[in-house]
Structures are given as C-alpha cells and as structure tokens.
C-alpha cells in the first residue's frame, strides 16, 4: 500500500477541510473550500456521516460543488449512535467530545491509505485545513505525518483574543466572576479591550465562577495550539477587527484575514461570471415562501429574527419576543426552528395570531443572506452569531443583539460599542416592553444614526473584498501558500 508519507512531489496540491458538523462552521468552510476549487486548488470537504446525509437532500448543493472536477466529499462517522440528537447547543457539544475522542485514528488511517481522501490527479493530502477547535488533534496528526496544518477559526478575531488573555486574566486576579452582580465589572487584561470588555461581554465558556474549569482550560489549550499551526485563517477584515489583529499576530504572525467570506466568494462568482443566485450551502431545508412575502412589503419596513442553527429558548422568553414584536407594530420576518424552544407546547394567545398573519412571517429555516440583502428589511434582530454578524454588516442592515452563548457575548459588544452598527440587549431582561422599545428604536427613533455607521461598514468590507483590498490579497497570498507547502 502507498503511504501518504510516501508521497512524491509534483501531484497537485488537496486541501482537506475538517469543519465541526455545525451550520455555520461548515458555512464558513465551504465558502473558503469553493474559493480554492476556483483557484484550481483540489479539496476533499471531510463531513461526518450526519451531515453528508442532510446534505446529500440538497440536489443544488451537491450539482455545484460536483462542477468543481477536483472536489470530493468525504465522510468521517462522528462517533455517536445513529439516533442520538445533534441539533442544539448541548448536542453540538457532545458531538465535538464524541470527535475528539474517536476521530484521531481514523482521520489518520485515511490520511495513510493512498487515495481514500484523494483522486487520480492529486491522490495525497497537502494540506489539512482544520477547523480550530479540532486544532490540538490536527497539529498531532500533521506532526505524526508531517502535513502542514492551517486552523480555520470561524468565530471573530476579538474572541479568539479574549481566549488567548484567559491566563493572564486568571493570573491578574480579574476571573472567575465572582456572582450575578460582578457581570459589569471592567476586564483589563485583554491587550485592545482594556476599557470596553465587561465580566457579562466574556465569551460564554470564559464566563466562570471556578478558576479550574476544565471546559475552559481545554478551550484555551486548543487556542495557543493555533500559534503552533502553518497559519491561521480569521473569517474577519481588517478594518473590523484591525486592532486586535495586530495583538494576535504578535502570537500567530501568519494569520491570514479573508472575510467576510461570503461576500468575497459571491464578488469572485459574479466575476466569472457565474451564478450566485442559489448560493446557499445551508444542511437545512430552505422555506423561500418568506422571500415572496418579503416582495410585497414596503422599503425596509421588516425586521427579521433569526437566532442561529443552535439556540434553543424556553417557551417564556418566545413569548415575551413575541408579545414585544407584536406590541412594536413592525412587520416580521422569523425563524422558528423545530427545535428552538424548549418545555410543553402550549396554547399561542389569538392576538399573536391574528397580528402574525397580519404582518408576519414564520418558517422553519430562511435563505438568511437573500434575506437580509432584501430591500424590505431593515433590521435584525440576532443572536450575534459570527456568521450572522458578518452577513449583516455587508448586508448593511442593523442589529439588535441577543446574545446566547460562545463568540455571541462579545460580537454584540463590539457591534453596540465599538462598531456602533446596533444595540446590544445583553444586560436587559428578556421582556416585551424592552422588545417592543428597542425595535422602535431600531427601526425608527435611531435608524438615521445606525444606517449611517452600518454602510460605512458595509462600505469598508467591500473595499476588503475587493481587487487589491486587503481579504482579497490574503486569499491570494493563502493560495499561493497552499501551492508552495507541498514542495
Ligand atoms: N442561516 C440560514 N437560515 C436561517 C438561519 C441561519 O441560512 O434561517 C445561516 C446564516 O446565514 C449563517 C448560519 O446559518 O450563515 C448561522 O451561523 P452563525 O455563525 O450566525 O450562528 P450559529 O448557527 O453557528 O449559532
């Protein structure tokens, strides 16, 4: 048998993308994975198992990435049994310790077994591109088999920095927290944020009550692991997240900016000329009733609510979203997962019903990009995601920020504070008054102020993306990488 170690020069370079089985990190990765395959640099997109079904019910995903004659799927099991849930937060997690405990030795065999990630044109694997919090797992596996290792990390610079800080915020005294009315004390021990990050603007997961958290250890372990990597890729710009960039590559000094990703795969598709109409990569099937709905209302006259591929509510803060909407007077554009609210099902009040077929919209799963592009809406209301975020911003359309969990807690601290491009909820009970006041807010009394910060935004990520800006340059200096590494 052919070993992978084996290999000989001068085949093409392959990529193997390895993504967390989750909508918005595989979002993110195939954006950069379809952006090679137009560079003609070969990929091999490693799903689980899971994912590739609900992928394989996708027929307009599979038609165009099937256009791309050097690009694989290939599939990796996740290790849980067939029937265990992975949808929601706490499934997305056990899925991550179920991966990183069972995937090791197969993602090696494959790597050593000559061809089973590869084709005929280019058979060996040149690259791994990893997603980061697989980071510890692939640096092992690149220095076993001596493959160069790039971490994607699909959250925004400014978390990925905050984890880096954790020790020395430890060291400084300034964590844990030290209970529910410690959430506005000033966290100083982050180089660029010494005045604006707050016990409540933590990432979730640094958000502890107990120094030795081990969740938190391993999520700090994992971060430096990236400093070991060939490089790092960021799904950020420059001009969003300048500062703190420059800290990180004191740390990771290849760190490579290319985002927002979306936006510069759709200006390199329109380029070529290509279709970027059904540019969706989503592993949930897309209700585009909304988008006919959305053609009959007024100019930015909707707000959209969406909170992510993960967030699970409970049935009280749905209604007090709900009672809010509705009480704003705003028409509404909203995302209602099947599995977003947790308890019993229980009677809908019949004024949220009449007022939601009056002026609203509900489905499962949106084409969220057409959507916030549409000229009917004019607000989002988000869970900070780091997708949702970028999405937003090149889509010029502000936010308002209810943050869950994660990279979610300090995206919508920057967007409220330092961005200015929307409001943060974050702080504030979830409750109909406060719903109702800030998409009032949103939508009229301050819409004059936040279109003005949310198109120089936009303004400035188009300016990055395109020729000679600066995620554009990174992409092609990041190929020209990915073409040298296997020499
Ligand atoms: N998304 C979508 N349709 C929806 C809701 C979300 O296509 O109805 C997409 C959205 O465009 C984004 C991704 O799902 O690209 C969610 O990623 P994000 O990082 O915002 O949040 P996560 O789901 O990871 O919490």
Not at 231 to 257: M, S, V, W
């Amino acid at each position: 048998m052919e070993h992978q170690t084996d290999r000989k020069p001068n085949f093409p370079p392959r990529v193997l993308f390895f993504p967390l089985p989750a909508q918005g990190h595989i979002n993110a990765m195939l954006h950069l994975a379809e952006l090679l395959a137009m560079a003609d640099i070969d990929v091999t997109f490693l799903n689980t198992d899971h994912v590739q079904g609900q992928l394989q019910q996708r027929a307009h995903i599979q038609a165009k990435y099937a256009a791309y004659s050097g690009f694989l799927f290939r599939t990796i099991p996740d290790g849980l049994p067939k029937d265990e849930p992975r949808s929601g937060e706490q499934s997305i997690l056990r899925v991550l310790n179920s991966m990183l405990k069972t995937t090791k030795p197969i993602l090696k065999d494959m790597l050593l077994s000559g061809g089973v990630l590869g084709s005929d044109r280019s058979p060996y694997v040149t690259c791994i591109m990893a997603d980061g919090i697989f980071g510890s797992l692939a640096n092992e596996i690149g220095d076993e088999l001596n493959i160069p290792v790039i971490h994607f990390r699909t959250i925004s610079a400014c978390c990925f920095w905050i984890y880096f800080a954790i020790p020395d915020i430890i060291k400084a005294g300034e964590l844990p927290i030290r209970g529910d009315e410690d959430m506005d004390r000033i966290i100083t021990r982050v180089p660029g944020m010494e005045a604006i990050l707050r016990c409540r603007d933590l990432p979730s997961f640094a958000q502890i009550r107990d120094v030795e958290d081990p969740q938190l250890h391993r999520i700090v372990e994992v971060t430096r692991q990236s400093a070991r990597a060939h490089a790092l890729i960021l799904n950020t710009f420059e001009d969003l997240e300048g500062p703190i960039l420059n800290h990180i590559r004191t740390q990771c000094p290849k760190t490579y900016t290319i985002g927002p990703l979306h936006a510069l795969l759709k200006h390199k598709l329109t380029k070529r000329l290509l279709s970027t109409t059904r540019s969706s990569k989503s592993i949930f099937e897309e209700d585009r009733s909304c988008i006919a709905w959305l053609d009959s209302q007024p100019l930015k006259s909707v707000i959209y609510i969406s909170f992510g591929s993960l967030t699970v509510m409970t049935r009280d803060t749905l209604m007090e979203f709900w009672h809010g909407l509705v009480n704003s007077n705003k028409r509404f554009l909203w995302v209602m997962r099947e599995d977003m609210v947790t308890g019993e099902d229980s009677e809908i009040p019949p004024e949220l019903v009449a007022a939601t077929k009056e002026r609203g919209c509900l489905v499962g799963w949106a084409p969220q990009e057409e959507v916030l592009a549409h000229p009917s809406v004019g607000g989002f209301l988000t869970h900070s995601g780091w997708n949702s975020t970028l999405e937003s911003i090149v889509a010029e359309v502000p936010m308002i920020c209810w943050p869950n969990a994660i990279d979610q807690t300090i995206n919508s601290r920057y967007v409220g504070e330092v961005w200015k491009v929307g409001m943060d909820m974050k702080g504030h009970k979830c409750d109909r008054e406060i719903v109702a006041k800030m998409v009032n807010d949103l939508m009229v009394e301050k819409r004059e102020e936040f279109q003005r910060c949310t198109a120089e935004m936009a303004r400035l990520a188009k300016i990055s993306i395109d020729e000679g800006g600066s995620s554009y340059c990174n992409l092609d200096q990041l190929i020209e990488d990915l073409r040298s590494v296997q020499q």
